[in-house]
Nanobody
Framework: QVQLVESGGGLVQPGGSLILSCAAS????????IAWYRQAPGKERELVAA???????NYADSVKGRFTISRNNAKNTVYLQMNSLKPEDTAVYYC?????????????WGQGTQVTVSS
């Protein structure tokens, strides 16, 4: 069993900052890419940022220059530093990991954490 547990969401004013964390646990051999997705009400889930095991990153155009993804391979944890938050960043943020478990390649999802940007 693999678990991804997100934390760090909450209510923040426009222009504020939040740091999301996602910790992976269970019978994990190694984790390839890890990504953050988000889904706003009435919209499809979209990729926000992703990072490979080697540290290469990519971002959605809407968050470039404001969000930073990073990871700690020793702790099987990924972070999303979110700065200059806008109301349109309001969504449930999900962690996704492409990983190896007992010889099988698995795509795992977290349960999501709510981020609300509002004054």
């Amino acid at each position: 069993q693999v678990q991804l547990v997100e934390s760090g969401g909450g209510l923040v004013q426009p222009g504020g900052s939040l740091i999301l964390s996602c910790a992976a646990s269970g019978s994990i051999s190694s984790i390839n890419a890890i990504a953050w997705y988000r889904q706003a009400p009435g919209k499809e889930r979209e990729l926000v940022a992703a990072i490979t095991r080697g540290g290469s990153t990519n971002y959605a155009d809407s968050v470039k220059g404001r969000f930073t993804i990073s990871r700690n391979n020793a702790k099987n944890t990924v972070y999303l530093q979110m700065n200059s938050l806008k109301p349109e960043d309001t969504a449930v943020y999900y962690c996704n990991a492409d990983l190896w478990r007992n010889g099988d390649r698995v795509a795992a999802w977290g349960q999501g954490t709510q981020v609300t940007v509002s004054s």
